[in-house]
């Protein structure tokens, strides 16, 4: 059967989506953006094992050269992901659909539907098109949150499955997209902005802003000429940086202030969007 790594599952999440979803995080990223808020997600676990003596529950051991996670032992101090070198994180789960729809199942009379998230999880389209069959056959709706480095387009029956895609645009100009993310290019991003707006799979457009590294008013504008009259009605999300759990040359940096924020948000709504918002 298909796996793949699970980071976790959160029963309940209002911020991941219309209504009150189960959120999925899948392991793993072909992207290491400078500002990511999770960067335990990035990479998979090379077993070196220097998160195993600080773990203060004893949750972690080393066997056969690997590094084994007890769950039930574990307290969530996150000390593990903290230390680790490799933006990774020892608490992965190798499951298969049917496995992490068992743990979405109970929280069904809560919830609205469900949303994969990452790390990037369209590194794994086969598994989320079968979880994403097993919860419509269920009711549930089913998202996307992805950084659009996937050619949505090369996978119709998932898209077909799927109601939408909350779409992270890092950056427009290709060198700042380079820098910020170490990928090579932002051309399949812009490809999807036009794919998903065609069929009306845009949930979501979200633009991370930090003067100096983030082009956000070339995003917006570029989105805008991109979608065209769509914009009026796809939601935007202006997220103002936060250094909350960010590794490396980011993570002292200071969030842009409220006057830059209100003028990103001024040229959005100049440009048509009736649905952008700065959080």
Not at 82 to 96: G, I, L
Not at 118 to 137: Q, S, V
Not at 148 to 156: K, L, V
Not at 236 to 263: A, W
Request: with cysteine; glycine share 8%; charged share 20%.
């Amino acid at each position: 059967m298909t796996r793949a790594p699970i980071n976790k599952i959160i029963p309940m999440s209002l911020v991941d989506g219309p209504g009150n979803r189960t959120s999925i995080f899948l392991q793993g990223c072909n992207l290491a953006c400078a500002y990511c808020h999770n960067p335990e997600t990035q990479r998979l676990c090379n077993h070196c094992g220097i998160c195993v003596s600080g773990c203060p529950s004893g949750a972690l051991s080393v066997a056969g050269g690997r590094v084994n996670w007890d769950h039930e032992a574990c307290i969530a101090c996150d000390q593990c992901i903290t230390v680790c070198p490799s933006f990774a994180s020892p608490r992965v789960r190798n499951m298969t659909p049917d496995e992490v729809f068992k743990e979405i199942q109970k929280n069904i009379p809560f919830i609205r539907g469900i949303t994969v998230s990452g790390g990037e999880c369209t590194l794994y389209p086969n598994f989320i098109k079968e979880l994403f069959a097993i919860a419509r056959e269920h009711g549930l709706t089913c998202l996307i949150d992805s950084n659009g480095t996937t050619d949505f387009s090369r996978f119709p029956e998932l898209m077909e499955l799927s109601q939408g895609v909350m779409l992270d645009v890092k950056a427009w100009d290709e060198q700042v997209y380079r820098k910020l993310t170490e990928g090579p290019t932002n051309s399949v991003v812009k490809k999807n902005l036009r794919y998903l707006a065609e069929y009306n799979k845009l949930e979501e457009l979200r633009i991370v802003c930090l003067p100096g590294e983030v082009d956000a008013e070339a995003v917006i504008k570029g989105i805008a000429e991109t979608i065209g009259e769509k914009v009026s009605h796809v939601k935007l999300k202006l997220i103002k940086f936060r250094h909350f759990g960010v590794k490396g040359r980011l993570q002292n940096i200071s969030s842009p202030d409220d006057t830059y924020m209100q003028e990103l948000l001024h040229l959005a709504n100049g440009l048509g969007f009736e649905k952008a918002l700065v959080v």
